[in-house]
C-alpha cells in the first residue's frame, strides 16, 4: 500500500512539474520608434528567454513581450536605458490563464462558445454534426502529424458541383480564438438564417478545418499554455513555426534557423508533416478553390499575401478594396476596428506562411488571413466572453467579402 502510494505521489509530482506556470510573468508594451530601438528588440527576439507576443514591426504595432519575474528587472533597465518605455500591459500572465474556462462538450452538438474546447471535443463535435447532416457534412482528413493525430476537418456541400471555400484555423496553438472561429463559422453555414449569410453558404463547397496544428494545440490544454509550434523533436527544443514552413520563399525572413526559436522554420520546407499532408490536401482542390482563409490571433488585422516584399502583387488593390469593405461591415456590430495590408507592410517581411503558398501556387482570387481580437489587452489569452462577439463581427466580414468579391467577378453568389 505504501508502495502504491509513493509511486502515485512520484507520477504526480511529474505530471505537475510537466506543466509550465506563469506566476509573476508580465507583458511589456514598448513602442521602438528608432532603428537602434528596433534592432535591440529584434536581438533579444532571438532569445529563448523572453516571449515575443507581437513581432517587431514597421507598421506602428506596438511590441509585446512576456518576461519572467526574475528577468524584469534587466529588462526594465535595458529598454529605459534605450530611450524605450517599457508598460506593464499584462500584469500576471497565470492569472489570465486562470480565467480562460475549458468547456465541456455535452454531445448533441451543443456546443456554447462560452469556453474554450479541447481538441478532442471539437473533434467529436465535428463527427457528431456530420452524424446529423448525412448527405451534406462529411469529416475529412485535411492530413496528420508528427505523433500521428488526424487534421480532422469537415467538409459542407449541399449540392455537387460549387466552386470551392477552404477555411484554417489554428496553425498556431495558443491562438485559442481560432478554433473556436471555425466551429462557429461550421456551425453558422449549417444553421444561419440571416439571408445574406444564407446566400454566401449556400454557394460553395466548404472544407472547414478548426485545427492544422492539432498536436500543438493538445499541448497548449496539458503541459503550456502558451506554445506556438509543432511538437516534432528538434535536439533539446520541440516543434518548427508551421507558418513559416510552407514552401513560398521559405526560410527567407522572419523566421530563425534555431530549432528553439519560436519561428523556427523547420530544417527544409514541408519539413513538418502537418504542412506537407495538409499541402497536399489543398492540392486535391487546387484550381476549384474562390477562397483560401486562415485564422489567427491577435492584433485585428487583415492580411493579404505576400510576406517576402510589399510591393503589390496579383490582385493586391482589388483584395484591398474587398478587405476594406469585410472591415467596414466587421466594425458595425460592436465599433472593433482592424488594418489591413499585405503581411510585409502590415506587420514585418516574414516568409514561409500558408496564405503566401496557396497565392503562389493556385492563384486563388480571395487568399487572406485574420488576425483575430483583440489588440493586446489580453492577447492570446481572449477573455471567454467575447468569443461569441469576434464570432459574430467575423460572419459579418464575411459576407461584405463575398458581396464585394462578387462585384469583382471573383466569386458567383446564388
Ligand atoms: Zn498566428
Not at 66 to 91: C, R, S, W, Y
Not at 102 to 121: C, D, Q
Not at 255 to 272: K, L, M
Amino acid at each position: 500500500m505504501k508502495l502504491i502510494f509513493l509511486f502515485l505521489l512520484a507520477a504526480w509530482s511529474v505530471c505537475a512539474e510537466d506543466v509550465a506556470r506563469f506566476e509573476g510573468y508580465k507583458v511589456f508594451r514598448m513602442s521602438p520608434k528608432t532603428q537602434e530601438q528596433k534592432d535591440l528588440l529584434l536581438n533579444l527576439a532571438t532569445s529563448d528567454d523572453l516571449d515575443f507576443w507581437t513581432e517587431v514591426n514597421n507598421a506602428g504595432i506596438p511590441v509585446d513581450v512576456m518576461v519572467k519575474p526574475e528577468d524584469q528587472k534587466a529588462f526594465t533597465n535595458a529598454m529605459l536605458k534605450n530611450g524605450m518605455n517599457p508598460e506593464i500591459f499584462i500584469e500576471d500572465v497565470q492569472s489570465l490563464i486562470e480565467t480562460q474556462t475549458v468547456g465541456k462538450y455535452a454531445g448533441n452538438r451543443e456546443m456554447t462558445w462560452n469556453s474554450y474546447y479541447t481538441l478532442i471535443e471539437i473533434y467529436q463535435w465535428l463527427d457528431d454534426v456530420a452524424a446529423a447532416n448525412p448527405g451534406v457534412v462529411s469529416v475529412v482528413e485535411g492530413g496528420v502529424t508528427s505523433q500521428a493525430r488526424q487534421i480532422k476537418g469537415v467538409k459542407i456541400a449541399k449540392s455537387p458541383g460549387k466552386r470551392v471555400v477552404v477555411i484554417e484555423g489554428g496553425i498556431h496553438a495558443r491562438e485559442w480564438i481560432s478554433p473556436a472561429t471555425v466551429t462557429w463559422i461550421i456551425n453558422e453555414i449549417l444553421t444561419s438564417t440571416n439571408p445574406a449569410f444564407r446566400k454566401v453558404a449556400d454557394s460553395f463547397e466548404w472544407h472547414l478545418f478548426p485545427s492544422t496544428n492539432p498536436d500543438g494545440y493538445v499541448y497548449t490544454f496539458t503541459n503550456n499554455r502558451m506554445w506556438r509550434k509543432t511538437r516534432k523533436q528538434y535536439g533539446i527544443c520541440a516543434g518548427a513555426d508551421p507558418n513559416r514552413n510552407w514552401d513560398a520563399h521559405w526560410m527567407e525572413q522572419g523566421t530563425s534557423s534555431q530549432p528553439c526559436s519560436d519561428t523556427y522554420g523547420g530544417p527544409s520546407a514541408f519539413s513538418e508533416v502537418e504542412t506537407s499532408s495538409f499541402s497536399s490536401y489543398i492540392k486535391t482542390l487546387g484550381s476549384r478553390m474562390d477562397a483560401y482563409i486562415s485564422f489567427h490571433s491577435y492584433s485585428q488585422l487583415l492580411l493579404l499575401p505576400y510576406g517576402h516584399t510589399s510591393a503589390p502583387l496579383d490582385n493586391y488593390s482589388e483584395m484591398i478594396q474587398i478587405g476594406k469593405a469585410a472591415l467596414t461591415a466587421l466594425a458595425k456590430r460592436y465599433g472593433t476596428s482592424y488594418e489591413i495590408g499585405n503581411i510585409a507592410e502590415a506587420i514585418y517581411p516574414a516568409t514561409g506562411g500558408t496564405i503566401d503558398w496557396i497565392k503562389q501556387e493556385f492563384k486563388t482570387p480571395i487568399v487572406i488571413a485574420y488576425e483575430l481580437r483583440d489588440t493586446g489587452r489580453y492577447g492570446f489569452l481572449l477573455p471567454t466572453d467575447q468569443i461569441i462577439p469576434n464570432n459574430e463581427e467575423v460572419i459579418d466580414s464575411l459576407i461584405a467579402m463575398f458581396e464585394e468579391g462578387e462585384k469583382f467577378g471573383y466569386v458567383t453568389l446564388g
